[in-house]
């Protein structure tokens, strides 16, 4: 039997590290982390994430307030919205919640943040900060997937890890994440020859792709971990007669609501060829927020200590 690796299970050990952390800000400064979150437009899905995220906020007691530009805002807009908040020495974490309205010129709009109150690390001086080994905020998907891993002690120093999928959010950061706990990194994606061939050499494979099911069983060595980044919303009988097709409760969950949430492997190849992997939904998607409750915390930590930030010094590798 495979091991399922439980997002909310990991989430809640996150939660209740985050918690003396957050009475020791208050403690200290007199105040908690503050996080403030633009969410332009009216996006469904990102309401919803970002709904869940200033739930968790406040749950943990961290201060949370969510600006809410029309779909119509200008670039020129939010960039005054950031630099106000770029300003206020009571928010700590600056998140831009994505994707912006199409007239938008988003890349100059997550570059006007602050690093040091960049809790998504998107920021290039981050993204550099991370890949030279250096502290400073990391993304909070491939991040909480780390955490994961070591919950469960699985082993990545000299395992061979495919990541499928080079986004700047998720495939790239988790490339080099996983580089920086020693693993052999390969980042494969749509245009990769024999992609089931590579995937197949992986003792850890992470997909995020962003395509429903599209890694089955051909992609998996047996026993392998395997990480299921996607988030993919079928709605078609097809669709999901394809990939639930010999769970009868997934079928029936899905008539029932006439949508699925789907992964971006086959579920049943995951849970019968994997030695460990996470499910969807109830594996990444929990960590993610939790993360980035994580990320706020160590922004409020950095400004109350006023540590020299960035470190130029870097980690060893060999
Ligand atoms: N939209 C979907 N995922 C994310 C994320 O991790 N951060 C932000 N800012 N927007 C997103």
Same mark, same amino acid.
């Given at each position: 039997?495979?091991?399922?690796?439980?997002?909310?299970?990991?989430?809640?050990?996150?939660?209740?590290?985050?918690?003396?952390?957050?009475?020791?800000?208050?403690?200290?400064?007199?105040?908690?982390?503050?996080?403030?979150?633009?969410?332009?437009?009216?996006?469904?899905?990102?309401?919803?994430? &970002?709904?869940?995220?200033?739930?968790?906020?406040?749950?943990?007691?961290?201060?949370?307030?969510?600006?809410?530009?029309?779909?119509?805002?200008?670039?020129?807009?939010?960039?005054?919205?950031?630099?106000?908040?770029?300003?206020?020495?009571?928010?700590?974490?600056?998140? @831009?919640?994505?994707?912006?309205?199409?007239?938008?010129?988003?890349?100059?709009?997550?570059?006007?943040?602050?690093?040091?109150?960049?809790?998504?690390?998107?920021?290039?001086?981050? &993204?550099?900060?991370?890949?030279?080994?250096?502290?400073?905020?990391?993304?909070?998907?491939?991040?909480?997937?780390?955490?994961?891993?070591?919950?469960?002690?699985?082993?990545?120093?000299?395992?061979?890890?495919?990541?499928?999928?080079?986004?700047? @959010?998720?495939?790239?950061?988790?490339?080099?994440?996983?580089?920086?706990?020693?693993?052999?990194?390969?980042?494969?994606?749509?245009?990769?020859?024999?992609?089931?061939?590579?995937?197949?050499?992986?003792?850890?494979?992470?997909?995020?792709?962003?395509?429903?099911?599209?890694?089955?069983?051909?992609? @998996?060595?047996?026993?392998?971990?395997?990480?299921? &980044?996607?988030?993919?919303?079928?709605?078609?009988?097809?669709?999901?007669?394809?990939?639930?097709?010999?769970?009868?409760?997934?079928?029936?969950?899905?008539?029932?609501?006439?949508?699925?949430?789907?992964?971006?492997?086959?579920?049943?190849?995951?849970?019968?060829?994997?030695?460990?992997?996470?499910?969807?939904?109830?594996? &990444?998607?929990?960590?993610?927020?939790?993360?980035?409750?994580?990320?706020?915390?160590?922004?409020?930590?950095?400004?109350?200590?006023?540590?020299?930030?960035?470190?130029?010094?870097?980690?060893?590798?060999?």
């Amino acid at each position: 039997m495979a091991l399922v690796l439980d997002g909310v299970r990991v989430r809640e050990a996150i939660k209740g590290e985050c918690r003396p952390r957050i009475a020791r800000l208050i403690e200290r400064i007199g105040r908690p982390p503050g996080l403030a979150v633009i969410l332009a437009g009216s996006n469904p899905a990102s309401q919803v994430y &970002v709904g869940s995220k200033t739930r968790t906020a406040a749950e943990l007691g961290i201060y949370s307030e969510t600006l809410t530009p029309p779909e119509s805002v200008t670039t020129d807009e939010l960039l005054a919205m950031v630099a106000a908040l770029n300003a206020r020495t009571e928010i700590d974490g600056i998140l @831009i919640q994505l994707p912006l309205p199409a007239q938008v010129d988003a890349a100059r709009v997550l570059m006007a943040v602050d690093p040091a109150k960049d809790v998504d690390g998107f920021h290039p001086l981050n &993204v550099g900060l991370l890949s030279t080994g250096r502290p400073g905020p990391r993304p909070c998907t491939p991040a909480g997937i780390i955490r994961m891993l070591k919950h469960y002690e699985i082993p990545m120093a000299g395992r061979r890890a495919v990541v499928v999928g080079r986004s700047d @959010i998720v495939g790239k950061p988790m490339a080099m994440l996983l580089l920086a706990e020693n693993a052999t990194v390969t980042i494969a994606h749509s245009r990769t020859a024999d992609l089931a061939g590579v995937c197949r050499e992986a003792d850890l494979l992470v997909a995020a792709i962003g395509r429903a099911a599209m890694v089955t069983k051909e992609f @998996i060595q047996p026993g392998a971990t395997v990480v299921d &980044v996607g988030m993919n919303r079928i709605t078609s009988a097809e669709e999901a007669a394809r990939v639930f097709g010999q769970d009868p409760a997934r079928m029936a969950q899905f008539e029932a609501k006439g949508s699925a949430l789907v992964g971006d492997v086959d579920p049943r190849a995951m849970a019968e060829v994997a030695g460990a992997y996470t499910p969807v939904p109830g594996g &990444v998607g929990p960590l993610t927020i939790a993360m980035l409750m994580v990320n706020t915390i160590e922004s409020c930590e950095r400004a109350a200590s006023q540590t020299n930030w960035p470190q130029m010094n870097t980690d060893k590798h060999g």
